[in-house]
């Protein structure tokens, strides 16, 4: 799929436009039936509508990634664009939102350019005379799919949206480009006919494997499953599920765009869906996966444990564990500003520390008992910012001997899997000589001012002293002059995953019958690589609260935990936010940081306060540009705006 992006350029360049819809330029009809005259120049116009696929591996261009509570960046931002961030300060707008994809921006594609390209491409593919059929069949399943998930993604943002099921001809008149949004119901049937259109092919593959190959990241119907199971769950949730905050999202035929009674009956859609994808996908091979590497180094089976973590995410080669791996959207640049400075380099190209977790985020991870920090009483959550000196058994976790806040000791493996800290052990990427590796000991970030990984000038440091090491590739290595950016193994974003599908599994199970073996049993999968104990066990043996996860409100709560630590920093918690409507709450929480700016540990470790969110209810849909009521007047604007 890496020619994707180069074929769309040459397909988009030849495809000039006449007539606006929806601020969208369609192709004009000469243009079109050229594209369709060969094998080759059609071929070009599939890969043109893959190439609105968002670029969700570049943390400037995901909104999920930066819009919630999970990272944070300096002020005045540098070396980043701010959009994303700027709405999770509460600055999104009508006027000119940010990340406007219904219209198009700089930080927002036009998806309802891609579908109407998407729509162009079925209404044309069957005239192409040197097409084998296998071709042409599993072409059109590719593009129903991409069709599907355009939708959906404006879905998710805005709620109800015009459904371009086709096309309007070059003579419609204006009243009938004046479309309408349809109701909530209403897009998510429709989605989900077109995921059962592209599942049914009979030439979609199945599953593609492999290394790095042409193929790789096309759509297979693993995809196609997981997905719908995805949408069905966002749709049984509560901000679309009878949401009677929208009871005044009425357009002006008079239709109620949200339904205003809670349908359980979506739960068990979703649970069907769920488990049709978890059956299907572990049919073609996938599974949790664990490290099974060599990394040239002594591995105990803490570090062993980490690294199964840490590559379930950035294994670009034969992941049993990622289900759509983006190729066309590679973390390279994610790494570089999300790695910790260990040494001290003279090159400009080295780590910048950019992306910035926050303390919340670092207080979400679980006890080593498996269980929340605030619930367990072998954890003492009051005294979490008093220091403490790591020990021989902290070793492969925190430096011997160093210094640390006890909010860092006595967490669970995927702790020190995601979050590098100020003496914390990074294992990898820094050095690969084992000589040199066993001679230094295990390295460690050193991030007190005037230390190696603190801010050295007015960019490139983190502001919260915590580092995202979870998006770090271990193969990604840095050159003795600290170089990075000749050094960096990309791997494709990992879109869906089956820790995702497990966990939503789990959530449509319990929303629906409440808890039971089940449910228990797929939050354990996930529980059990991440190295913990299972629910009943650790709420049982570890929880103040130990029958928490026997009631259908308390294991809602493990469910959502337990999402937010497997999940963090891959663009999902802050659409897993909005579907729960809880966003009102989690973002309006302080964001906090350590006192950066000091050398000693104690003044280091006083929480600041960086900002103050303000979550609006109005934030939970995205608002449509004002302009485009203007243009046209059959669209009625989301709540609020």
């Known amino acids: 799929m890496q020619k994707i992006g180069i074929l769309a350029i040459i397909a988009i360049g030849i495809l000039p436009g006449c007539k606006k819809f929806l601020n969208v330029v369609p192709d004009s009809i000469a243009t079109i039936e050229s594209a369709f005259t060969l094998r080759t120049s059609a071929e070009r116009y599939l890969f043109s509508c893959f190439s609105y696929l968002p670029n969700d591996a570049s943390f400037n261009d995901n909104p999920a990634f930066n819009s919630g509570d999970e990272v944070w960046y300096m002020d005045p931002i540098r070396d980043v664009?701010?959009?994303?961030?700027?709405?999770?300060?509460?600055?999104?707008?009508?006027?000119?939102?940010?990340?406007?994809?219904?219209?198009?921006?700089?930080?927002?594609?036009?998806?309802?350019?891609?579908?109407?390209?998407?729509?162009?491409?079925?209404?044309?593919?069957d005239k192409v005379p040197d097409l084998n059929e296998y071709e042409r069949e599993r072409w059109k399943a590719e593009v129903v799919f991409?069709?599907?998930?355009?939708?959906?993604?404006?879905?998710?943002?805005?709620?109800?949206?015009?459904?371009?099921?086709?096309?309007?001809?070059?003579?419609?008149?204006?009243?009938?480009?004046?479309?309408?949004?349809?109701?909530?119901?209403?897009?998510?049937?429709?989605?989900?006919?077109?995921?059962?259109?592209?599942?049914?092919?009979?030439?979609?593959?199945?599953?593609?494997?492999?290394?790095?190959?042409?193929?790789?990241?096309?759509?297979?119907?693993?995809?196609?499953?997981?997905?719908?199971?995805?949408?069905?769950?966002?749709?049984?949730?509560?901000?679309?599920?009878?949401?009677?905050?929208?009871?005044?999202?009425?357009?002006?035929?008079?239709?109620?765009?949200?339904?205003q009674t809670v349908d359980p009956q979506k739960w068990a859609k979703a649970a069907e869906a769920c488990k049709d994808a978890i059956e299907f996908c572990k049919t073609n091979?996938?599974?949790?996966?664990?490290?099974?590497?060599?990394?040239?180094?002594?591995l105990n089976d803490t570090i062993r444990q980490e690294l199964d973590i840490r590559t379930a995410i950035t294994n670009k080669v034969n992941n049993p564990e990622v289900i759509w791996p983006n190729t066309d959207s590679r973390a390279g640049d994610m790494q570089r500003y999300s790695m910790a400075n260990i040494a001290p380099f003279t090159s400009t190209s080295n780590a910048k520390s950019i992306i910035a977790p926050t303390i919340k985020m670092a207080e979400l991870f679980y006890s080593k008992n498996g269980v929340p920090i605030t619930e367990d009483p072998d954890w003492n959550f009051n005294d979490r910012f008093a220091l403490k000196t790591a020990a021989a058994a902290d070793q492969f976790y925190i430096a011997k001997g160093q210094e640390t806040v006890k909010l860092n000791f006595d967490r669970e493996p995927r702790f020190?899997?995601?979050?590098?800290?100020?003496?914390?052990?990074?294992?990898?990427?820094?050095?690969?000589?084992?000589?040199?590796?066993?001679?230094?000991?295990?390295?460690?970030?050193?991030?007190?001012?005037?230390?190696?990984?603190?801010?050295q000038g007015i960019s490139?440091?983190?502001?919260?002293?915590?580092?995202?090491?979870?998006?770090?590739?271990?193969?990604?290595?840095?050159?003795?002059?600290?170089?990075?950016?000749?050094?960096t193994v990309q791997y494709p974003w990992p879109e869906l995953r089956m820790s995702d599908l497990y966990l939503l599994y789990a959530e449509a199970l319990n929303e629906l019958n409440g808890p039971g073996a089940e449910v228990y049993y797929w939050i354990n999968q996930v529980r059990a690589r991440a190295g913990l104990q299972s629910v009943e066990d650790s709420w049982t043996q570890h929880s103040?609260?130990?029958?928490?996860?026997?009631?259908?409100?308390?294991?809602?709560?493990?469910i959502q935990q337990e999402r937010g630590i497997e999940l963090m920093f891959e663009g999902q918690r802050f659409w897993d936010l909005l579907r729960w409507k809880i966003a009102h709450v989690e973002l309006n929480e302080p964001i906090r940081g350590w006192d950066i700016t000091q050398k000693d540990a104690i003044p280091y470790y006083n929480p600041m306060l960086l900002f103050n969110q303000r979550f609006a209810l109005r934030n939970y849909l995205w608002p449509i540009q004002t302009s485009e009521l203007r243009i046209n007047t059959n669209l009625v604007q989301n709540t609020g705006w």
């Open 416 to 455: 020190y899997a995601s979050l590098g800290f100020d003496r914390g052990i990074w294992f990898g990427n820094w050095v690969n000589n084992y000589n040199v590796y066993a001679a230094a000991g295990l390295l460690y970030v050193k991030g007190r001012a005037g230390e190696t990984a603190a801010r």
């Open 285 to 298: 091979g996938y599974s949790l996966s664990t490290f099974a590497g060599n990394t040239g180094y002594i």
């Open 81 to 125: 664009d701010a959009t994303y961030n700027n709405i999770a300060r509460g600055l999104q707008n009508a006027d000119n939102p940010l990340g406007n994809f219904w219209a198009g921006s700089t930080r927002g594609t036009a998806l309802f350019q891609a579908i109407r390209k998407c729509n162009t491409f079925l209404e044309n593919v």
């Open 460 to 487: 490139n440091y983190s502001i919260t002293g915590y580092y995202p090491k979870k998006l770090v590739n271990i193969e990604t290595t840095v050159a003795a002059d600290g170089n990075i950016t000749s050094n």
């Open 146 to 259: 991409l069709k599907a998930y355009y939708h959906f993604y404006l879905f998710r943002m805005y709620g109800p949206i015009p459904l371009e099921k086709t096309n309007l001809p070059i003579s419609a008149s204006p009243e009938e480009v004046k479309v309408y949004r349809e109701p909530v119901d209403s897009c998510v049937n429709y989605i989900v006919s077109l995921l059962d259109q592209a599942a049914a092919s009979d030439q979609l593959p199945d599953r593609i494997s492999g290394t790095e190959n042409a193929d790789l990241g096309r759509i297979t119907k693993c995809i196609v499953k997981a997905i719908k199971a995805k949408v069905l769950v966002t749709a049984a949730s509560p901000l679309f599920n009878g949401n009677t905050a929208y009871a005044s999202l009425i357009d002006n035929k008079g239709r109620q765009l949200f339904s």
């Open 544 to 558: 103040r609260d130990p029958l928490k996860f026997k009631d259908k409100q308390g294991l809602r709560a493990i």
